[in-house]
């Protein structure tokens, strides 16, 4: 628990304007880089909006054992993971603004900001995809929603090819564990890599731990895909963890607004559900395979993945590769379902998102190190491409 606003909150409770300073607390784990990414998006709006809110931060499990929590900080508003009617309900009693920023929030009468959950199944799909794989695990974790929504969008956007993921064998009353096994059985005996999508970091390291102690190679026969983010499970993983960023940051930034706009007296709608889209997928060893059966097929890919950018023709791309341009380019349509170009064109703009989200470079660097010279036809076809230009792109964004 962080420092409190330091005053009482006793007879206090008058409308806010925008230069007036709030106690903000965030009712968070802290220590999970969902709520981290969280904090991170609340102060980059601060930052740019010039306020001065006191921010304080408190798990939701120690709000929930301290009835009088609220009053004795003399908070105003709280942005928190509401997971249930109790929480809200001790928020409102002592007068608090409240947003929340939990799945689990749905059917609560709260202004929500979330993740976009069935986005980020759809885009693991796609990454899976894009690296040649044709068989798909999906692990939930129980009942949850958001673990739910990740695993329809998942299964849709496979659908969508005509392929479909194994649902996780978990049975009422069974440790995971020993569904876990069963599962593992089928990887290993398998003869051909599956894309394994967890519900979270926190799941897909634990499947990551099984996999070596079990000697199913990773990602040789698992290739593990987590969801969150989170640096410091990622990177400390048995095997780093390649994860989809669900824009924690994003959904921060936005919760702030929204806070903003409730503290300076106007309505929000209870009702208001706001998702934010996933910013892409980080590639770390776990998921670093090409899981592509043809051979040429597999080099040409190779050949695109690195060297898109400097930028190569797909005639420089097929030399080397003793096969027929025209045959291999046939061969690759029909095992990834686009023309060698159209996946250097998508590893460019690719690129290109993550430049312009991440980074403050110039439209005219960002084309320049996606293999551009034109800045002005890199701008006309981006904005082809996702429908707005580079500048737009980047203002609806937080950046780093």
């Not at 009482?8 to 709030?22: H, I, K, L, V, Y």
């Not at 300076?264 to 910013?279: D, F, L, S």
Request: glycine fraction near 12%; proline fraction near 6%.
């Amino acid at each position: 628990m962080s420092r409190a606003a330091g005053r009482s909150g006793e007879g206090r409770r008058t409308r806010r304007t925008a230069a007036s300073p709030s106690s903000v607390y965030l009712m968070m784990d802290m220590s999970l880089g969902y709520g981290r990414a969280i904090l991170h998006g609340v102060r980059r709006y601060l930052t740019d909006e010039g306020l001065a809110w006191r921010l304080g931060t408190v798990r939701p499990e120690a709000v929930e054992k301290d009835g009088g929590f609220w009053s004795r900080v003399g908070a105003d508003a709280v942005i928190g993971m509401f997971g249930g009617a109790a929480p809200l309900e001790a928020a409102r009693r002592a007068g608090l603004r409240a947003v929340n920023v939990s799945a689990r929030g749905a059917g609560l009468p709260v202004p929500s900001v979330i993740p976009d959950n069935p986005a980020i199944g759809r885009l693991a799909a796609e990454y899976f995809l894009n690296r040649g794989f044709r068989r798909f695990l999906f692990v939930g974790i129980g009942d949850h929603d958001y673990s739910e929504d990740r695993g329809r969008g998942f299964g849709e956007r496979l659908a969508e090819k005509g392929l479909a993921a194994e649902a996780f064998p978990e049975r009422a009353g069974e440790r995971w564990t020993a569904a876990l096994d069963r599962t593992l059985a089928r990887l290993a005996a398998g003869a051909v890599p599956t894309g394994v999508l967890a519900a979270n970091d926190q799941r897909a390291l634990r499947l990551i731990e099984i996999c070596v102690r079990k000697g199913v190679p990773v990602p040789e026969q698992a290739a593990i895909l987590g969801v969150d983010n989170d640096d410091v499970n990622c990177e400390l993983a048995p095997v780093p963890l390649s994860s989809v960023d669900p824009d924690a940051a994003g959904v921060g930034y936005r919760a702030a607004g929204l806070l903003r706009t409730m503290l300076t007296g106007r309505r929000v709608a209870p009702g208001t559900w706001i998702r934010i889209p996933p910013r892409g997928v980080i590639t770390r060893p776990s998921t670093d395979l090409l899981a592509v059966s043809d051979p040429e097929v597999a080099a040409l890919l190779g050949v695109i993945r690195e060297r898109a950018c400097e930028p190569v023709s797909v005639g420089e791309a097929v030399e080397g590769l003793g096969v027929s341009r025209r045959t291999l380019e046939k061969r690759f349509r029909a095992f990834l379902g686009r023309s060698p170009h159209e996946e250097i064109k998508r590893i460019q703009f690719e690129r290109a998102r993550r430049l312009i989200a991440e980074t403050r470079l110039s439209v005219r660097e960002v084309a320049r190190q996606c293999g551009y010279r034109d800045t002005k036809r890199f701008s006309l076809d981006f904005r082809r491409r996702f429908g707005r230009a580079p500048q737009v792109e980047r203002r609806s964004g937080i950046g780093d």
